[in-house]
């Protein structure tokens, strides 16, 4: 009798370690307080945000964030900031869509450009300026707030430039199965089902930057040169390359944003990515990346993404005012960052 | 072995031209007037006339006066981003107030003197929040402003549902135009020029920017002297909120926008480091100047916001590079 109570008593003390442990883990908390959300969320909107063609909007409308996310991700990473995201995003996608506008007098090239033409030169010219930021930050020795910042009005800018200040609509036809489409049309053409594509672009997206930051040298460069430059340098890590190349994933992940976003409303106009920048920063945040470097995982942005997507839907639902969306994403970045600065123990 | 005898050298033209250039001021001032001279011939004239003159006086000194509250917390090594938040919040909480149309939050429409202070009381106090939350909590300045100007437009925004404000009381005009405005602006940078150079207050702000640990050994409140930057950068961001409400006659949660790029951009220019402890008032004032020349310019071209928006973030990271690499060279 002894005995089994004893191993009984084990099996408790060994679960309660496990749970203990699962718990204690970050990115356990993050899945709890997500669940907590969509829990509150269903209750406050009538069990209509836990509805399965709901759950997919939020994946399809919070995937412009989130691939942005994690793109600011290996940014603050490096301790930097990128708050290029919004411009990048506008700027990249005001020159795609011009490239491949069925409008005629909108187009840049008198003809509308096939994807497979559009999409590369969009992605270049957000790596083309991601380099000029990383090369400010990186070589000039330029803050990378205000480096980032001034790359924000000048993509901000060249996005002006391209499109007159008007809204561009109507993109060549394969473009919305980015933004729009399910797993399921590629196959069987005009059924809407499945798992919507810009999802999948996203957890491709997370699983590729997962890889690359567990399981390659550039993951301990990244890190390293986040959490203590000087070490990183002296143990032989090309520190000003890595800094370059975080402003370069950031841009051209902002573009695959932008890309997201353009193909699912069809249209670009200069409001189309408003916050973008504080919503990326908010999610890395919200998903544990500490802002001094050297802390953070992709798990945890996905995380901190979709809390982030799973309150704006179901405020949206609730048809709050957008003053509540802005003030309430406001409170949550500082007490993002307040926990951040207690987890660090008041460092 | 003859003795060398050393003259001391006579004072040349030369030697007091060297003098004054390699003041840093000097050459803001003479970069101010090039780009007058410049921008001058570009347009042909039209950006050099004397109403013109008078408007990029009065457009800059709205901008100024953030730019004088931004250069304190510059000078500490930490930034404020929520001047428009702050600013467009006091706008709309005033204008709300004075007005006589259905807008009016309180019901019935109060006079300047009861609304601009409330204005500047009401943005002092997003600056104690914003700076508690930065030297209690040690939070980076950036993100911490970021969220503040996040919740400073949503309480805008809230206060009349965004809708605009018009109807402000007639003896409102003044501060905004053109006598009034700046000379509020030369006497508000006069007194941080006065605060900067001539008070122990001064000098624990330049201290705690230069080696906040060493300014801490020496005695000075670190902490208390970020927290008062940041209500001092509100407070003028609450000041420039008034400024551009009385000029627009109007309450719009669109009139401020971008105006801490500006004034950043204006600080910066001006040649305070971003590092902390290193600038003065007057360059920041010239800096606002040249800001102001730069809009102003944009404007009588007719140059669209493509332009706007490529030359100003061009202006900003250029004077950052420059400002590094000018220090790195000595």
């Known amino acids: ?347 | 072995m003859a003795e060398v005898v050393e003259r001391p050298k006579p004072v040349t033209a030369r030697e007091v031209a060297r003098r004054v250039l390699a003041h840093e001021n000097a050459v803001i001032g003479i970069a101010l007037a090039a780009l007058i001279g410049v921008l001058g011939v570009i347009s042909r004239g039209s950006t050099v006339t004397a109403s013109n003159m008078a408007n990029i006086v009065l457009q800059s000194s709205i901008r100024g006066v953030a730019a004088v509250g931004q250069a304190f917390c510059i000078l500490t090594a930490n930034f404020d981003l929520s001047v428009s938040g702050v600013g467009v919040m006091a706008m709309m909480l005033g204008s709300a107030m004075m007005t006589t149309e259905w807008t009016n939050i309180l019901g019935y429409p109060v006079s300047p003197f009861m609304a601009i202070p409330v204005m500047l009381v009401v943005a002092a106090a997003w600056g104690l929040l914003s700076g508690t939350l930065v030297s209690r909590l040690a939070l980076p300045s950036l993100i911490v402003t970021f969220g503040v100007w996040q919740i400073g437009y949503g309480v805008a925004f809230y206060i009349t549902g965004g809708q605009a404000v018009m109807e402000l009381p007639r003896s409102f005009a003044i501060y905004g135009s053109l006598p009034a405005a700046p000379i509020i602006f030369f006497s508000v940078a006069a007194v941080a020029y006065f605060v900067l150079m001539h008070t122990s207050f001064g000098r624990r702000v330049y201290a705690t920017g230069g080696n906040p640990v060493s300014a801490y050994l020496s005695g000075i409140n670190v902490k208390n002297v970020q927290r008062s930057v940041f209500i001092i950068s509100a407070l003028c961001a609450g000041l420039a909120g008034v400024l551009m409400t009385s000029r627009g006659m109007a309450g719009s949660t669109e009139a401020l926008r971008g105006i801490e790029l500006d004034s950043i951009a204006s600080v910066v220019i001006g040649g305070v480091s971003l590092f902390g402890g290193r600038g003065n008032m007057i360059g920041v004032v010239l800096g606002a100047l040249i800001i102001g020349v730069i809009n102003n310019a944009m404007g009588v071209m007719h140059m669209g916001h493509a332009g706007r928006y490529i030359v100003k973030g061009a202006v900003i990271v250029g004077a950052v590079a420059a400002d590094i690499l000018r220090r790195r060279g000595r």
């Open chain 1, 1 to 347: 009798m002894a005995e089994v109570v004893e191993r009984l008593k084990s099996f408790i003390d060994r679960a309660k370690d496990i749970a203990r442990r699962v718990i204690g883990h970050e990115n356990a908390t993050l899945g709890i307080v997500l669940a907590a959300i969509m829990g509150g969320m269903a209750v406050a909107t009538g069990l209509k945000s836990i509805r399965i063609s709901n759950m997919k909007m939020v994946l399809v409308t919070g995937s412009t964030m989130g691939v942005a996310a994690i793109g600011q991700m290996f940014v603050i990473l490096t301790a930097g900031i990128d708050l290029s995201v919004a411009g990048m995003a506008f700027g990249t996608s005001a020159l795609g869509s011009a490239m491949m506008t069925t409008q005629l007098w909108q187009n840049i090239l008198g003809y509308p450009a096939p994807i497979w033409v559009g999409i590369p030169a969009m992605l270049a010219l957000g790596a083309g300026l991601g380099l000029i930021s990383g090369i400010f930050v990186s070589r000039v020795g330029v803050p990378p707030f205000i480096a980032t910042l001034g790359m924000w009005q000048i993509a901000h800018g060249v996005g002006f430039l391209i499109t007159g200040g008007l809204t561009l609509r109507r993109m060549v036809d394969p473009l919305p199965f980015f933004g729009q489409g399910w797993v399921a049309q590629a196959f069987i053409p005009g059924r809407p089902a499945g798992f919507p594509v810009a999802g999948i672009i996203w957890i491709l997206v997370g699983v590729v930057a997962y890889f690359v930051l567990h399981h390659t040298n550039y993951a301990r460069a990244v890190y390293a040169t986040g959490g203590n430059p000087v070490m990183a340098w002296l143990s032989g890590i090309n520190v000003r390359n890595t800094r370059l190349s975080v402003y370069i994933i950031s841009a051209m992940l902002a573009t695959l944003g932008g890309l997201i976003r353009t193909s699912r409303v069809m249209s670009v106009s200069f409001a189309s990515f408003g916050f973008l920048e504080l919503q990326s920063i908010a999610a890395a945040v919200i998903g544990g990346v500490s802002l001094f470097g050297g802390r953070g995982t992709v798990v945890g942005v996905v995380l901190g993404a979709l809390i982030i997507a799973v309150i704006m839907n179901g405020m949206s639902i609730l048809g709050a005012d957008p003053f509540i969306e802005s003030t309430v994403l406001g409170v949550l970045m500082i007490t993002a960052v307040a926990i951040d600065y207690w987890r660090r123990g008041g460092r």
